[in-house]
């Protein structure tokens, strides 16, 4: 066999193992393929992990932000308040409603400004966005008393039952990396009204493709009650699903509404059932491991931003390492990528601000705007981190970066 004398590090490739592989012919073989008893069994396993009241399992985490965004009644004239710093899934959902994005910018954190949101508020906003950029869980006790202050309740004009029933600003939270974060002792999915995960094949959970809506709504809202409503609008409006349809005799169903396609199959159930049961015995503490090995070897660096991901209020989920290179200009940060790559490493940027995209510039949108956002991403680099990442490895990709930023900057 020819082995190959230099393998490129690849930057998040999935761990897909015996165990997955099993589960997932389990699924195969039982006649049951499509949503069914292996999804739901995943819901239920997430909301006990989590600690949230109800969760529903959906083909993809911008299908539950957008449906969320829906169920809450956002359409044209109402704003959605969301980082300028984010995947654009955060604003296109936005757009897919015909509802207007307000970008506001963040911290040296990498995630939403509280300070910003406050300003940005109107008549018009019915919802704020946060995202846990990389993991870490945004400002919630600041995000969650805004949205409760008086002052602000006082401007928000209900226009739909959900609207009134909730009677102030929504909070959905993007937390598409942080599944397993903590802040302030609680796990990311209880930390605010609604939290959005996702399980696309490079996220720290993955069912190949996929998400979940964490429920944790306040009184006077029933989740459970959301959640059967949530299982109608997100399949075609039918008040039947195709497993309570193989009850004998249970063939007739009807069409409540114009409902969407988005449920989650239990092909993909399975993967992430084998994954949440490894999540904290082996996801977790190898991702951590890795953060840490980074952080030893490149805190040494005088031009190292080390990324923040453990304070004692908050716990990052580890997904994405995002090192920034002190004062460096984008085109230089461009070139050191080129030379890790030549060196057999993958790395990455998170993200393009979303402002600074085609669309959005002609939409009007100014990255100027968000003078933090720029200068979080122009020097940002993220590193790889997956579970079987060597220590060889590890030691691979710091010695390239290194060598890499001194080839660039001298
Ligand atoms: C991955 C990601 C999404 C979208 O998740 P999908 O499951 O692919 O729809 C949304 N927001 C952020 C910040 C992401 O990184």
């Not at 122009?378 to 060598?403: A, C, F, G, R, Y």
Request: proline content about 5%; aromatic content about 10%; glycine content about 6%.
């Amino acid at each position: 066999m020819i082995k190959s004398v230099v393998k490129m590090i690849p930057f998040s490739p999935p761990h897909i193992d015996q165990r997955i592989i099993d589960e997932v012919i389990d699924t195969l073989k039982s006649g049951w393929i499509t949503t069914g008893p292996k999804t739901k069994r995943f819901e239920k396993e997430i909301s006990v992990y989590c600690g949230n009241k109800s969760t529903l399992c959906l083909n993809s985490a911008t299908a539950g932000l957008e449906i969320m965004l829906r169920w809450f009644g956002v359409g044209p004239g109402d704003e959605v308040i969301l980082p300028a710093y984010t995947y654009s899934a955060t604003a296109n959902v936005v757009m897919h409603c015909g509802a207007k994005p307000i970008f506001v910018d963040v911290k040296s954190d990498f995630n939403i400004n509280p300070e910003e949101v406050k300003k940005a508020i109107t008549v018009n906003t019915k919802v704020i966005m946060p995202v846990d950029f990389a993991g870490y869980p945004c400002d919630y006790d600041e995000l969650n008393a805004l949205v409760n202050d008086v002052q602000v309740k006082s401007v928000f004009s209900p226009k739909n039952h959900e609207q009134k029933q909730l009677g102030r600003i929504l909070i959905l939270s993007d937390a598409a990396h942080s599944f397993g974060a903590w802040y302030k002792g609680k796990r990311a999915g209880t930390l605010t009204d609604v939290s959005v995960f996702s399980f696309h094949a490079v996220k720290n959970l993955t069912t190949s493709e996929g998400g979940a809506i964490a429920l944790n709504l306040p009184e006077p809202f029933d989740n459970v009650e959301v959640y059967k409503y949530l299982c109608i609008k997100t399949l075609h409006g039918q008040n039947k699903d195709a497993l309570a349809k193989t009850i004998p005799g249970n063939w007739r169903y009807d069409i409540v509404e114009a409902g969407y396609k988005m449920n989650m199959t239990d092909i993909t159930a399975s993967i992430g059932l084998v994954g949440l049961a490894r999540y904290d015995e082996e996801t977790l503490p190898k991702r951590k491991a890795i953060f840490d090995a980074y952080t030893d070897t490149l805190s040494k660096e005088s031009w190292a931003v080390i990324p923040e991901y453990e304070t004692a209020d908050k716990t990052s989920s580890y997904h994405v390492y995002a090192l920034r290179v002190e004062d460096a200009t984008e085109t230089q940060r461009d070139a050191i990528i080129a030379k890790i790559f030549e060196k057999q490493v993958s790395v990455n940027v998170h993200f393009i601000p979303v402002p600074q995209m085609s669309y959005y510039v002609a939409q009007g949108y100014d990255i100027n705007n968000y003078p933090q956002t720029i200068a979080q991403y122009e020097n940002e680099i993220s590193l790889p981190v997956w579970i079987d990442l060597t220590q060889e490895q590890i030691n691979k990709v710091t010695e390239s970066v290194i060598l890499s930023v001194h080839e660039v900057l001298g």
